[in-house]
């Protein structure tokens, strides 16, 4: 019977050719947008941890209360030790100490007057440990515009888009204005390596990053840090693991009175990525359920004029006798193979440009511009094992419920009734 | 005493309403069939003919009376039950021939037997001996479009009797042949009647039909006429 179904449906285009090329226009876009989200949720992830909260970031109590205002004068003292015990404890992770700071960076003209200056944040990272994971997280070498990456102290990179609104190109000075831990005014000066783009439209309107051992220097840190980062080290976040490593740390610190104790914090939180994840996952589910309520829209209707069409053939099987609820379970049967046929192609069409959009990416920083949020301009996505089968949930039972529905017209209709359409 | 006969039906009456009034198509019919019978159901449209075909074969039921066919009471099946006597029992024929277009030949004369779960060679020897007894054997491979109006009814009566059914019933199987076809489907049925012992009950008021009947019940107005026995005149 099985076989005789899908001669049918392979002979009778207009049984299963609409329908398929419903399902697959459908199961397609569901297959692209959920790459999509996926993508930009792990594209959102990664930049937040590279760029802001690491994996896990531990910071002293008190400067975690006021983060996002990178308040130096409540750094980590003693990071070298701090680093060697998380190292020791926690070896599948990598370690790193990052500075935030801001001021002013003032470009002096040809007399060493100010030519113009600009607010500034700065990141001061490990650069030149040969062992240092941050060329790599900040992705410098393959964003650096003009110029060369830091190699000596006191060097610096500067976003391109900042550059060229301070009119300076690498070999130019720039002096930093800003505060050291202890609260002094301090003025140092750099001299410009090379421009980069971020590709984050926050950090390309006025960011600058230096050396650690630069900042510390300058910003009277000695051994000291405003956060230290922790990575896993495929750089891909973990939820489990990254709460597990947290809670352990914590757990040694939890009955310190000191404001100044460390305390560790995981990305969702330390990013405030916990709700944007639920609200993309409510998304997720939203697109779906969207598909599959217009796909079996489009297919209740489909079934419904395909059904006028088969009366004849209906009330030939009637009368041969076969039995009304057979007649609908082979009309769902046949919705099944439609769905099943349908969803193959639709995830197959619709993996190629989420393929192409993982690898190339889709360049849309002009339209992040104005932003301040921690987002890169490339969207990319991300094809997981989900990607290949979540299609085949709106594509099969689309066309189920679709058919069912249809389907429950003919169920009704009475076996004389069909008879006499049969012979009109 | 009850299997003496294939079909009984006793103070059988069919009404439709229409509206505030109600249409009585079939008035209080009692007939009986003995198998092997070649009889048909003639009168003008609207006689009840149809009706009462549709009845004996279990797609309608009466609104009142009792209608016996092989043993199983009509107005008290079950739509399993009725699609359960159809499939084993009775083959149908109709004025349009009703192929399954997007199937070969050999496919619909096949369908009646998918239904029955018969294994596949059994079915393939089924459905050639079928294909025989009309004389199309050489055709198993075409399509109903390829096929003229006798031969689609040809293969509508290999479909009809490919799983020798004790009754065969067919609505006006010769409206739409010329008179040469009519003349081949009627010879046909005659062979199976007479080789099978099939029953055929035919609805029809085509008189090329009628020269072939044994029984003729003549219906009008929804009540029987005139039931005569035909045979002899006919020899």
Do not use: C
Request: hydrophobic share 40%; glycine share 8%; no cysteine.
């Amino acid at each position: 019977m099985l076989k005789f179904l899908f001669k049918g449906l392979v002979r009778d285009r207009s049984r299963s050719l609409f329908p398929i090329l419903t399902v697959f226009i459908g199961v397609a876009l569901t297959v692209f947008l959920y790459s999509y989200l996926n993508g930009f949720v792990s594209d959102m992830i990664k930049s937040s941890a590279h760029y802001n909260s690491g994996h896990v970031r531990i910071m002293t109590k008190a400067y975690s209360q006021e983060s996002n205002q990178s308040p130096n004068d409540l750094a980590i003292i003693g990071i070298d030790t701090l680093i060697q015990d998380v190292e020791k404890s926690y070896p599948d992770m990598i370690w790193t100490p990052r500075i935030k700071f801001g001021g002013l960076i003032d470009i002096p003209d040809k007399n060493g007057e100010t030519r113009i200056q600009g607010p500034v944040s700065g990141m001061a990272v490990d650069l030149f440990s040969r062992e240092s994971p941050e060329r790599k997280f900040l992705n410098l070498d393959e964003s650096l515009i003009k110029g060369r990456i830091p190699e000596k102290p006191n060097e610096i990179l500067i976003a391109d888009d900042f550059a060229r609104r301070l009119k300076v190109a690498p070999g130019d000075t720039a002096t930093l204005l800003s505060s050291t831990m202890y609260g002094s005014m301090v003025m140092t000066n750099f001299v410009i390596a090379g421009t980069i783009h971020f590709g984050i439209a926050a950090l390309d309107r006025g960011a600058i990053i230096t050396d650690i051992s630069d900042i510390q220097k300058s910003l009277d840190m000695n051994n000291a840090a405003g956060e230290i980062l922790g990575f896993f080290k495929d750089d891909n976040f973990h939820s489990d693991k990254a709460y597990g490593i947290r809670n352990s740390f914590n757990e040694k610190y939890k009955n310190s009175e000191d404001e100044f104790a460390p305390i560790m914090g995981a990305l969702p939180e330390e990013s405030g990525l916990s709700d944007y994840m639920g609200l993309i996952d409510i998304a997720s589910f939203v697109i779906i359920g969207i598909f599959i309520f217009a796909m079996a829209i489009v297919l209740w209707n489909a079934g419904l004029m395909g059904s006028l069409r088969r009366y004849g053939e209906m009330g030939v099987r009637l009368a041969v006798g076969e039995e009304k609820g057979h007649i609908y379970r082979t009309l769902i049967l046949e919705s099944i193979m439609i769905g099943i046929v349908g969803s193959f192609l639709g995830t197959l069409f619709g993996l190629i440009p989420s393929y192409l959009m993982e690898i190339y990416g889709l360049d849309l920083s002009f339209l992040f511009e104005k932003s301040s949020v921690m987002i890169t301009g490339v969207l990319h996505a991300d094809v997981t094992y989900e990607t290949y089968l979540i299609g085949f949930i709106p594509g099969i039972l689309a066309t189920v419920l679709g058919t069912s529905i249809a389907g429950i017209g003919i169920y009704k209709r009475e076996t004389a009734q069909l008879f006499k359409e049969l012979e009109a | 005493m009850s299997n003496s006969f294939l079909i009984k039906t006793e103070k059988l009456y069919k009404k439709f309403p229409m509206g505030p009034t109600v249409l009585v198509a079939l008035d209080n019919i009692n007939i009986t069939i003995n198998k092997g019978e070649f009889l048909g159901l003639v009168g003008p449209s609207g006689s009840g003919k149809t009706t009462l075909l549709n009845i004996i074969g279990s797609l309608d039921s009466p609104t009142q009376g009792s209608v016996e066919v092989l043993g199983n009471k009509i107005e008290t099946l079950s739509h399993q039950d009725a699609a359960k006597l159809r499939n084993n029992h009775i083959g149908f024929i109709f004025q349009t021939f009703n192929l399954l277009p997007v199937y070969t030949v050999y496919e619909n004369v096949e369908f009646p037997l998918l239904l029955q779960d018969i294994e596949t060679a059994k079915r393939k020897e089924l459905v050639m001996q079928a294909l025989e007894w009309v004389g199309l054997a050489d055709r198993k491979d075409s399509k109903p479009s390829q096929l003229s109006g006798g031969q689609s009814q040809r293969v509508a009566i290999a479909r009809a009797v490919v799983k020798k059914p004790e009754l065969v019933l067919a609505d006006e199987p010769t409206a739409n042949l010329d008179a040469k076809n009519s003349h081949n489907i009627m010879e046909t049925m005659v062979k199976l009647n007479e080789e099978l012992d099939t029953t055929f009950i035919f609805a029809t008021h085509d008189e090329k039909v009628m020269k072939y009947l044994k029984r003729k019940i003549t219906l009008n107005d929804g009540y029987i006429q005139r039931d005569e026995n035909i045979s002899l005149n006919n020899q």
